[in-house]
């Protein structure tokens, strides 16, 4: 699972791209794991440090974007593998989960200043 809390500290992600059309990202974190309540304390550290704000629509409306990306690995016991074709005894999917942040309509919200910018 990934998260797009900070390592850091700054909040601020930077996208590089390498000599050979490599991209990776700077200022994310990953971690491995196995269940789901480790999934959910994931989510939960990186809901923990996403900015908020209150407007007219919502109490604690999300000021900043959020990309979970959940890689799902599934690998065949040795007995069973041996019956399946190769090419799946070793399965990998992914699922990115995104939240974009001021999709509230402006007018709608009565927000202004800095927290009208976000929307």
């Known amino acids: 699972a990934s998260d797009t809390g900070s ?12 000599s050979k059309g ?10 491995v794991v196995s269940t789901v309540d480790e ?3 994931v989510l ?6 996403r900015a908020t704000a209150a407007h007219k629509m919502n ?9 979970l990306t959940l890689t799902l690995e599934q690998r065949a016991r040795p007995v069973a593998a041996k019956q399946l ?10 699922l990115h989960l ?6 509230e309509r402006a ?7 800095q927290s009208r910018i976000a929307c």
């Open 44 to 49: 939960e550290q990186g809901n923990a440090v």
């Open 98 to 103: 995104v939240d974009l942040a001021g999709s």
């Open 22 to 31: 490599e991209i990776s990202l700077e200022g994310v974190s990953e971690t």
């Open 7 to 18: 390592t850091t500290g700054s909040g601020i992600i930077s996208i590089r791209e390498n």
């Open 85 to 94: 074709a190769p090419e799946l005894r070793y399965l990998r999917s992914k």
């Open 59 to 67: 109490q604690n409306s999300s000021r900043s974007h959020a990309i």
């Open 39 to 41: 999934v959910a304390f």
């Open 107 to 113: 007018k709608e919200t009565g927000t202004t200043g």
